[in-house]
Protein backbone atom coordinates (compact mmCIF):
# COMPACT_ATOMS: atom_id res chain seq x y z
CA UNK A 1 0.00 0.00 0.00
CA UNK A 2 2.61 2.28 1.01
CA UNK A 3 3.94 2.45 -2.86
CA UNK A 4 0.60 2.14 -4.28
CA UNK A 5 -0.91 6.11 -4.28
CA UNK A 6 2.20 7.08 -5.87
CA UNK A 7 1.35 4.43 -8.73
CA UNK A 8 -1.94 5.50 -8.86
CA UNK A 9 -0.74 9.42 -9.11
CA UNK A 10 1.23 8.31 -11.47
CA UNK A 11 -1.81 6.31 -13.75
CA UNK A 12 -3.78 9.36 -13.19
CA UNK A 13 -1.75 12.22 -14.34
CA UNK A 14 -0.42 9.97 -17.61
CA UNK A 15 -4.18 9.38 -18.62
CA UNK A 16 -5.03 13.32 -17.84
CA UNK A 17 -7.32 12.29 -14.66
CA UNK A 18 -7.25 16.00 -13.60
CA UNK A 19 -9.42 18.53 -13.17
CA UNK A 20 -8.88 20.39 -16.22
CA UNK A 21 -8.82 16.87 -18.09
CA UNK A 22 -12.42 15.66 -16.63
CA UNK A 23 -13.74 19.07 -17.61
CA UNK A 24 -12.04 18.73 -21.19
CA UNK A 25 -13.30 15.39 -21.30
CA UNK A 26 -17.01 15.88 -20.05
CA UNK A 27 -17.89 19.28 -21.36
CA UNK A 28 -20.62 22.01 -20.18
CA UNK A 29 -23.79 19.84 -20.51
CA UNK A 30 -22.61 17.21 -18.68
CA UNK A 31 -20.70 18.81 -16.23
CA UNK A 32 -23.66 20.82 -15.30
CA UNK A 33 -26.07 17.94 -15.25
CA UNK A 34 -23.58 16.30 -12.09
CA UNK A 35 -24.06 19.25 -10.08
CA UNK A 36 -27.72 18.11 -10.53
CA UNK A 37 -27.07 15.14 -9.51
CA UNK A 38 -27.86 13.36 -13.46
CA UNK A 39 -25.28 10.85 -14.17
CA UNK A 40 -26.25 10.07 -18.06
CA UNK A 41 -24.48 12.83 -19.77
CA UNK A 42 -21.39 12.19 -17.96
CA UNK A 43 -21.93 8.44 -19.13
CA UNK A 44 -22.10 9.05 -22.27
CA UNK A 45 -19.24 11.54 -22.44
CA UNK A 46 -17.29 8.80 -21.32
CA UNK A 47 -18.61 5.37 -23.11
CA UNK A 48 -15.81 5.20 -25.41
CA UNK A 49 -13.54 2.82 -23.18
CA UNK A 50 -10.37 4.65 -23.26
CA UNK A 51 -7.82 5.11 -20.33
CA UNK A 52 -9.09 8.83 -19.04
CA UNK A 53 -12.86 7.60 -19.52
CA UNK A 54 -12.30 4.41 -17.31
CA UNK A 55 -10.87 6.72 -15.19
CA UNK A 56 -13.93 9.39 -14.75
CA UNK A 57 -15.80 6.14 -14.43
CA UNK A 58 -14.46 4.58 -11.67
CA UNK A 59 -13.74 7.10 -9.45
CA UNK A 60 -15.59 10.29 -10.24
CA UNK A 61 -19.03 8.68 -11.45
CA UNK A 62 -18.65 5.32 -9.02
CA UNK A 63 -19.95 3.37 -12.00
CA UNK A 64 -18.49 -0.13 -13.00
CA UNK A 65 -15.96 -0.71 -15.36
CA UNK A 66 -13.78 -3.76 -17.02
CA UNK A 67 -12.12 -5.35 -14.92
CA UNK A 68 -9.12 -5.69 -17.39
CA UNK A 69 -9.35 -1.82 -18.18
CA UNK A 70 -8.04 -0.81 -14.97
CA UNK A 71 -4.79 -2.02 -16.04
CA UNK A 72 -1.56 -3.38 -14.04
CA UNK A 73 -2.82 -1.91 -10.79
CA UNK A 74 -6.05 -4.01 -10.09
CA UNK A 75 -4.78 -6.40 -7.74
CA UNK A 76 -3.45 -4.08 -5.74
CA UNK A 77 -6.41 -2.07 -5.70
CA UNK A 78 -8.70 -5.05 -5.12
CA UNK A 79 -6.25 -6.40 -1.73
CA UNK A 80 -6.34 -2.58 -0.49
CA UNK A 81 -9.72 -2.55 -0.43
CA UNK A 82 -9.91 0.66 -2.99
CA UNK A 83 -12.04 -1.67 -5.78
CA UNK A 84 -14.65 -4.52 -5.25
CA UNK A 85 -15.16 -7.29 -8.11
CA UNK A 86 -18.76 -7.74 -9.79
CA UNK A 87 -18.03 -10.54 -12.22
CA UNK A 88 -15.58 -9.15 -14.46
CA UNK A 89 -16.26 -5.48 -13.67
CA UNK A 90 -14.84 -3.87 -10.82
CA UNK A 91 -16.59 -0.96 -8.56
CA UNK A 92 -14.54 1.80 -6.78
CA UNK A 93 -15.61 1.66 -2.89
CA UNK A 94 -14.12 5.60 -2.57
CA UNK A 95 -14.35 8.70 -4.44
CA UNK A 96 -11.12 10.39 -6.03
CA UNK A 97 -11.56 13.63 -7.65
CA UNK A 98 -9.26 15.70 -9.06
CA UNK A 99 -8.50 18.90 -7.10
CA UNK A 100 -8.17 22.58 -7.82
CA UNK A 101 -4.54 22.37 -5.78
CA UNK A 102 -3.20 19.75 -8.35
CA UNK A 103 -4.01 17.20 -5.89
CA UNK A 104 -6.34 14.55 -5.39
CA UNK A 105 -8.89 14.41 -2.86
CA UNK A 106 -10.49 10.58 -1.51
CA UNK A 107 -13.78 10.44 0.29
CA UNK A 108 -16.73 8.13 0.39
CA UNK A 109 -18.96 7.56 -2.69
CA UNK A 110 -21.75 10.55 -2.99
CA UNK A 111 -25.01 9.16 -1.97
CA UNK A 112 -27.87 9.84 -4.07
CA UNK A 113 -31.53 9.24 -3.37
CA UNK A 114 -32.46 5.61 -3.51
CA UNK A 115 -29.14 4.78 -2.68
CA UNK A 116 -28.19 2.89 0.50
CA UNK A 117 -28.28 4.87 3.61
CA UNK A 118 -25.50 6.52 4.53
CA UNK A 119 -23.36 4.80 7.41
CA UNK A 120 -22.66 6.72 10.63
CA UNK A 121 -18.83 7.24 9.87
CA UNK A 122 -20.12 8.51 5.94
CA UNK A 123 -16.45 10.77 5.09
CA UNK A 124 -18.07 13.31 2.77
CA UNK A 125 -15.76 14.93 -0.11
CA UNK A 126 -15.25 18.23 -0.69
CA UNK A 127 -17.37 21.25 -2.21
CA UNK A 128 -18.78 24.19 -1.80
CA UNK A 129 -18.28 24.91 1.73
CA UNK A 130 -14.61 23.30 1.03
CA UNK A 131 -13.70 25.84 -1.34
CA UNK A 132 -15.28 28.57 0.42
CA UNK A 133 -13.09 27.97 3.22
CA UNK A 134 -9.64 27.70 1.38
CA UNK A 135 -10.64 31.22 0.13
CA UNK A 136 -11.48 32.79 3.06
CA UNK A 137 -7.91 31.46 5.07
CA UNK A 138 -4.91 34.32 5.05
CA UNK A 139 -2.59 33.90 2.41
CA UNK A 140 0.51 34.05 4.23
CA UNK A 141 2.94 31.72 4.89
CA UNK A 142 3.38 29.70 8.38
CA UNK A 143 5.42 27.41 10.38
CA UNK A 144 2.53 25.74 11.79
CA UNK A 145 -1.02 24.87 10.94
CA UNK A 146 -4.06 22.82 12.49
CA UNK A 147 -6.84 21.73 10.25
CA UNK A 148 -9.63 21.15 13.38
CA UNK A 149 -12.24 18.47 11.42
CA UNK A 150 -9.82 17.43 8.62
CA UNK A 151 -12.61 15.01 6.93
CA UNK A 152 -11.50 13.91 3.39
CA UNK A 153 -7.88 16.22 4.57
CA UNK A 154 -9.16 18.58 1.97
CA UNK A 155 -7.54 22.00 3.27
CA UNK A 156 -4.34 20.62 3.73
CA UNK A 157 -3.94 20.35 0.00
CA UNK A 158 -4.04 23.92 -0.16
CA UNK A 159 -2.30 24.48 3.08
CA UNK A 160 0.42 21.95 2.24
CA UNK A 161 2.57 24.16 0.02
CA UNK A 162 3.03 27.39 2.40
CA UNK A 163 2.93 25.67 5.95
CA UNK A 164 5.51 24.19 7.24
CA UNK A 165 4.11 21.49 9.35
CA UNK A 166 0.25 20.59 9.37
CA UNK A 167 -1.69 19.17 12.44
CA UNK A 168 -5.19 17.51 10.81
CA UNK A 169 -7.83 15.89 13.34
CA UNK A 170 -10.70 14.60 13.39
CA UNK A 171 -13.34 12.63 15.35
CA UNK A 172 -13.78 10.05 12.78
CA UNK A 173 -10.98 7.13 12.14
CA UNK A 174 -12.54 6.30 8.67
CA UNK A 175 -12.14 10.03 7.61
CA UNK A 176 -8.21 10.12 8.64
CA UNK A 177 -7.85 7.18 6.89
CA UNK A 178 -8.90 8.86 3.56
CA UNK A 179 -7.38 11.83 4.28
CA UNK A 180 -3.74 10.04 4.56
CA UNK A 181 -4.53 8.93 1.29
CA UNK A 182 -5.61 12.02 0.03
CA UNK A 183 -2.42 13.53 0.94
CA UNK A 184 -0.05 10.52 -0.49
CA UNK A 185 -2.03 10.69 -3.24
CA UNK A 186 -1.52 14.80 -4.02
CA UNK A 187 2.25 14.34 -2.76
CA UNK A 188 2.20 16.01 0.46
CA UNK A 189 4.51 14.67 2.96
CA UNK A 190 4.44 17.36 5.98
CA UNK A 191 1.00 16.75 7.53
CA UNK A 192 0.37 14.60 10.67
CA UNK A 193 -3.25 12.80 11.27
CA UNK A 194 -4.67 12.80 14.77
CA UNK A 195 -7.73 11.26 16.31
CA UNK A 196 -9.75 12.86 18.55
CA UNK A 197 -12.50 15.47 19.49
CA UNK A 198 -12.22 18.90 18.93
CA UNK A 199 -9.04 20.68 20.20
CA UNK A 200 -8.57 17.45 22.26
CA UNK A 201 -5.10 16.14 20.54
CA UNK A 202 -3.33 18.86 20.50
CA UNK A 203 -3.84 20.69 24.10
CA UNK A 204 -1.08 22.62 25.43
CA UNK A 205 -0.18 23.03 21.27
CA UNK A 206 -0.48 26.54 19.28
CA UNK A 207 -0.44 27.36 15.79
CA UNK A 208 0.08 30.12 13.36
CA UNK A 209 -2.91 29.09 11.58
CA UNK A 210 -5.92 27.03 12.64
CA UNK A 211 -8.99 26.57 9.57
CA UNK A 212 -11.81 24.39 10.49
CA UNK A 213 -14.94 23.34 8.39
CA UNK A 214 -15.97 21.61 11.24
CA UNK A 215 -19.85 19.49 11.95
CA UNK A 216 -21.46 22.40 12.36
CA UNK A 217 -25.09 21.49 11.25
CA UNK A 218 -27.95 22.05 14.24
CA UNK A 219 -29.98 18.86 14.84
CA UNK A 220 -31.38 17.21 17.40
CA UNK A 221 -29.50 14.37 17.48
CA UNK A 222 -25.90 13.57 16.35
CA UNK A 223 -26.26 10.95 13.45
CA UNK A 224 -23.32 11.69 11.01
CA UNK A 225 -20.16 12.73 12.72
CA UNK A 226 -18.88 14.44 9.18
CA UNK A 227 -22.01 17.21 9.79
CA UNK A 228 -23.51 17.12 13.69
CA UNK A 229 -22.05 16.50 17.14
CA UNK A 230 -25.18 16.14 18.99
CA UNK A 231 -24.49 19.07 21.02
CA UNK A 232 -27.46 21.52 21.97
CA UNK A 233 -28.62 23.97 19.50
CA UNK A 234 -25.06 25.96 18.19
CA UNK A 235 -23.26 25.40 21.34
CA UNK A 236 -20.80 23.11 19.26
CA UNK A 237 -19.85 26.44 17.32
CA UNK A 238 -19.36 28.61 20.53
CA UNK A 239 -17.76 26.47 22.22
CA UNK A 240 -15.06 26.43 19.35
CA UNK A 241 -14.52 30.05 19.23
CA UNK A 242 -14.28 30.41 22.97
CA UNK A 243 -11.45 27.61 22.83
CA UNK A 244 -10.06 28.36 19.80
CA UNK A 245 -7.71 31.56 21.42
CA UNK A 246 -5.72 28.99 23.45
CA UNK A 247 -4.15 27.06 20.24
CA UNK A 248 -3.13 30.39 18.61
CA UNK A 249 0.33 31.52 18.60
CA UNK A 250 1.07 35.41 19.01
CA UNK A 251 -0.15 36.92 15.54
CA UNK A 252 -2.04 33.87 14.40
CA UNK A 253 -5.09 33.88 12.73
CA UNK A 254 -8.38 31.44 12.89
CA UNK A 255 -10.78 31.06 9.41
CA UNK A 256 -13.91 29.04 10.78
CA UNK A 257 -17.25 28.35 9.23
CA UNK A 258 -20.58 27.90 11.04
CA UNK A 259 -23.68 27.95 11.46
CA UNK A 260 -25.93 29.72 14.37
CA UNK A 261 -29.35 30.24 14.88
CA UNK A 262 -31.76 33.07 14.55
CA UNK A 263 -33.55 32.44 17.86
CA UNK A 264 -37.36 34.68 18.57
CA UNK A 265 -37.23 38.24 20.46
CA UNK A 266 -32.79 38.03 19.77
CA UNK A 267 -31.03 39.86 17.04
CA UNK A 268 -28.54 37.20 15.72
CA UNK A 269 -25.60 39.73 15.48
CA UNK A 270 -25.25 39.85 19.37
CA UNK A 271 -25.25 36.32 20.06
CA UNK A 272 -22.84 35.66 17.38
CA UNK A 273 -20.66 39.29 18.83
CA UNK A 274 -21.37 37.21 21.83
CA UNK A 275 -19.17 34.35 21.10
CA UNK A 276 -16.48 36.74 19.13
CA UNK A 277 -16.19 39.12 22.37
CA UNK A 278 -15.64 36.06 24.64
CA UNK A 279 -12.31 35.31 22.47
CA UNK A 280 -10.55 38.66 23.66
CA UNK A 281 -9.10 38.26 19.95
CA UNK A 282 -10.28 40.78 17.06
CA UNK A 283 -12.85 39.13 15.59
CA UNK A 284 -14.87 39.19 12.02
CA UNK A 285 -18.21 37.38 11.17
CA UNK A 286 -19.85 37.41 8.16
CA UNK A 287 -23.26 36.05 7.73
CA UNK A 288 -23.35 34.43 4.05
CA UNK A 289 -26.73 32.98 3.89
CA UNK A 290 -29.69 32.58 6.02
CA UNK A 291 -32.75 29.81 5.83
CA UNK A 292 -36.12 29.11 7.87
CA UNK A 293 -36.10 25.97 9.63
CA UNK A 294 -37.53 24.43 6.90
CA UNK A 295 -35.56 25.08 4.21
CA UNK A 296 -32.90 24.35 6.86
CA UNK A 297 -34.19 21.34 7.45
CA UNK A 298 -35.11 19.92 3.49
CA UNK A 299 -31.53 20.79 2.95
CA UNK A 300 -29.89 18.44 5.55
CA UNK A 301 -32.35 15.47 4.84
CA UNK A 302 -31.51 15.98 0.91
CA UNK A 303 -27.30 15.90 1.79
CA UNK A 304 -28.26 12.37 3.65
CA UNK A 305 -30.30 11.56 0.33
CA UNK A 306 -33.01 10.84 2.63
CA UNK A 307 -36.12 12.51 0.80
CA UNK A 308 -38.69 10.00 -0.36
CA UNK A 309 -37.73 7.27 2.55
CA UNK A 310 -40.28 5.99 5.20
CA UNK A 311 -37.96 7.97 7.56
CA UNK A 312 -38.20 11.33 5.86
CA UNK A 313 -41.61 13.10 7.30
CA UNK A 314 -40.77 11.76 10.45
CA UNK A 315 -37.61 13.05 10.95
CA UNK A 316 -38.74 15.97 9.21
CA UNK A 317 -40.96 16.38 11.80
CA UNK A 318 -39.16 15.96 14.63
CA UNK A 319 -36.46 18.37 13.72
CA UNK A 320 -39.05 21.27 13.01
CA UNK A 321 -40.37 20.76 16.82
CA UNK A 322 -37.36 20.61 18.11
CA UNK A 323 -36.45 24.30 16.54
CA UNK A 324 -39.79 25.36 17.58
CA UNK A 325 -39.20 24.56 21.20
CA UNK A 326 -35.71 26.48 21.17
CA UNK A 327 -37.46 29.43 19.60
CA UNK A 328 -35.99 29.53 15.90
CA UNK A 329 -36.78 31.37 13.35
CA UNK A 330 -34.02 30.63 11.17
CA UNK A 331 -30.44 29.44 10.50
CA UNK A 332 -27.55 31.64 9.62
CA UNK A 333 -24.62 30.34 7.52
CA UNK A 334 -21.17 32.00 7.54
CA UNK A 335 -17.40 32.59 8.33
CA UNK A 336 -15.52 33.68 11.51
CA UNK A 337 -12.09 34.61 11.15
CA UNK A 338 -10.29 35.58 14.71
CA UNK A 339 -6.74 37.25 14.99
CA UNK A 340 -4.94 37.04 18.02
CA UNK A 341 -3.26 40.81 17.57
CA UNK A 342 -1.54 40.98 21.12
CA UNK A 343 -4.05 44.17 21.43
CA UNK A 344 -5.73 44.66 24.97
CA UNK A 345 -8.44 46.64 22.91
CA UNK A 346 -9.89 44.07 20.67
CA UNK A 347 -12.38 45.08 18.21
CA UNK A 348 -15.51 42.03 16.76
CA UNK A 349 -17.24 43.22 14.03
CA UNK A 350 -20.28 40.80 13.21
CA UNK A 351 -21.99 41.57 9.32
CA UNK A 352 -24.16 40.32 6.66
CA UNK A 353 -22.82 39.95 2.86
CA UNK A 354 -24.89 38.35 0.32
CA UNK A 355 -23.05 40.09 -2.57
CA UNK A 356 -20.51 38.28 -4.55
CA UNK A 357 -16.82 39.18 -3.20
CA UNK A 358 -13.50 39.00 -4.76
CA UNK A 359 -11.81 35.88 -3.82
CA UNK A 360 -9.70 34.93 -2.20
CA UNK A 361 -11.02 36.74 0.62
CA UNK A 362 -7.82 35.61 2.43
CA UNK A 363 -5.84 37.81 0.06
CA UNK A 364 -7.34 41.25 2.26
CA UNK A 365 -8.18 39.83 5.47
CA UNK A 366 -5.95 41.32 7.28
CA UNK A 367 -6.43 44.78 5.65
CA UNK A 368 -10.37 43.64 6.89
CA UNK A 369 -9.83 43.53 10.69
CA UNK A 370 -7.30 46.61 10.14
CA UNK A 371 -10.03 48.67 9.34
CA UNK A 372 -12.08 47.87 11.39
CA UNK A 373 -9.32 48.49 14.35
CA UNK A 374 -8.33 51.62 13.01
CA UNK A 375 -11.92 53.17 12.85
CA UNK A 376 -12.51 51.53 16.48
CA UNK A 377 -9.11 52.55 17.78
CA UNK A 378 -8.26 56.00 16.71
CA UNK A 379 -8.80 58.72 19.01
CA UNK A 380 -11.09 61.64 17.68
CA UNK A 381 -7.69 63.82 17.80
CA UNK A 382 -5.77 60.98 15.72
CA UNK A 383 -8.48 60.61 13.18
CA UNK A 384 -8.76 64.85 12.24
CA UNK A 385 -5.03 64.49 11.81
CA UNK A 386 -5.19 61.98 9.58
CA UNK A 387 -4.48 61.67 5.44
CA UNK A 388 -6.66 59.40 4.71
CA UNK A 389 -7.65 58.66 0.86
CA UNK A 390 -10.64 56.81 -1.47
CA UNK A 391 -9.83 53.02 -1.41
CA UNK A 392 -9.34 51.76 -5.12
CA UNK A 393 -12.25 50.55 -6.69
CA UNK A 394 -14.81 53.13 -4.68
CA UNK A 395 -17.43 54.05 -7.21
CA UNK A 396 -20.78 56.93 -6.60
CA UNK A 397 -23.90 56.74 -7.36
CA UNK A 398 -26.32 59.52 -7.55
CA UNK A 399 -29.94 59.19 -7.71
CA UNK A 400 -32.88 61.63 -8.04
CA UNK A 401 -35.91 63.60 -9.79
CA UNK A 402 -34.17 65.14 -13.14
CA UNK A 403 -33.03 68.52 -12.86
CA UNK A 404 -33.22 68.45 -9.08
CA UNK A 405 -30.23 70.61 -7.50
CA UNK A 406 -29.54 67.71 -4.99
CA UNK A 407 -29.87 64.08 -5.19
CA UNK A 408 -32.62 61.60 -3.47
CA UNK A 409 -29.72 59.25 -2.16
CA UNK A 410 -25.66 58.68 -2.78
CA UNK A 411 -24.52 55.52 -2.88
CA UNK A 412 -20.78 54.44 -2.37
CA UNK A 413 -20.09 51.05 -4.39
CA UNK A 414 -16.80 49.09 -3.84
CA UNK A 415 -15.77 47.39 -7.44
CA UNK A 416 -13.29 45.44 -5.45
CA UNK A 417 -12.74 43.62 -2.36
CA UNK A 418 -16.15 42.74 -0.67
CA UNK A 419 -17.71 44.87 -2.78
CA UNK A 420 -19.89 46.52 -0.04
CA UNK A 421 -22.21 49.19 -0.61
CA UNK A 422 -23.22 52.72 1.58
CA UNK A 423 -25.35 55.38 1.49
CA UNK A 424 -24.39 58.55 2.72
CA UNK A 425 -24.75 62.05 2.81
CA UNK A 426 -23.59 65.21 1.13
CA UNK A 427 -20.70 65.92 3.60
CA UNK A 428 -18.89 62.26 3.22
CA UNK A 429 -19.90 62.54 -0.61
CA UNK A 430 -17.78 66.03 -0.89
CA UNK A 431 -15.11 64.58 1.64
CA UNK A 432 -14.38 61.57 -0.84
CA UNK A 433 -14.37 64.02 -3.76
CA UNK A 434 -11.13 65.90 -2.05
CA UNK A 435 -9.81 62.97 0.36
CA UNK A 436 -6.41 62.11 -1.66
CA UNK A 437 -3.87 61.47 1.61
CA UNK A 438 -1.88 64.60 0.81
CA UNK A 439 -4.11 66.76 3.71
CA UNK A 440 -5.49 65.91 7.48
CA UNK A 441 -9.27 65.41 7.69
CA UNK A 442 -9.84 68.20 9.86
CA UNK A 443 -8.98 71.20 7.24
CA UNK A 444 -11.08 69.51 4.73
CA UNK A 445 -13.98 68.74 7.06
CA UNK A 446 -13.77 72.75 7.95
CA UNK A 447 -13.26 73.74 4.58
CA UNK A 448 -16.58 71.32 3.37
CA UNK A 449 -18.43 73.02 6.03
CA UNK A 450 -17.98 76.88 5.67
CA UNK A 451 -19.18 75.45 1.54
CA UNK A 452 -22.39 74.51 2.76
CA UNK A 453 -22.45 76.54 5.85
CA UNK A 454 -22.98 74.02 8.32
CA UNK A 455 -20.96 72.52 11.24
CA UNK A 456 -18.09 69.93 10.46
CA UNK A 457 -18.43 66.54 10.28
CA UNK A 458 -18.51 64.64 13.75
CA UNK A 459 -15.64 61.89 13.56
CA UNK A 460 -18.36 59.65 14.21
CA UNK A 461 -19.84 60.30 11.00
CA UNK A 462 -15.94 59.11 9.25
CA UNK A 463 -15.74 55.89 11.55
CA UNK A 464 -18.17 53.59 9.41
CA UNK A 465 -16.53 54.71 5.85
CA UNK A 466 -12.85 53.29 7.27
CA UNK A 467 -14.09 50.11 9.19
CA UNK A 468 -15.75 49.50 6.12
CA UNK A 469 -13.10 50.32 3.60
CA UNK A 470 -13.96 53.11 1.84
CA UNK A 471 -11.32 55.72 3.44
CA UNK A 472 -7.97 53.77 3.82
Excluded at 30 to 52: H, K, W, Y
Excluded at 96 to 106: C, Q
Aim: net charge negative; glycine share 10%; hydrophobic share 40%.
Amino acid sequence: MNSLPAQLRETFLQAGYTLDGVRDRLGRTAATALSREELVPALRATRDGDPLATLIRLWWLGAPVEGHAVGPLLPDLLAAGLLTAEGAQVRATVHVRPWETGGYVVSDPKVRPGDPALRADHVVGAGGASANLAQLVPVRQADTALDLGTGCGVQVLHLAGRTGRITATDVNPRALELAELSWRLSGVNNAEARLGSGFEPVAGERFDLVVSNPPFVIAPSGRFTYRETGEHADDFCRDLMRLAPRHLAPGGHAAILANWLHVKGEDWRDRVGGWLTETGLDGWAVQRDAQDPAEYVELWLRDSAEQGTAAYRERYDTWLGWFEELGVEGVGFGWITLHDSGTLDPVVRVEELTQRVELPVGAYVQEVLDAVGAAHRLSDEELMAACLRVAEGVVEERTGPPGADDPTHIIFHQTRGLRRTRRVGTVEAALASVCDGELPLAPLLAAIAELTEGEPAAPAAIRPLIAEGFLI
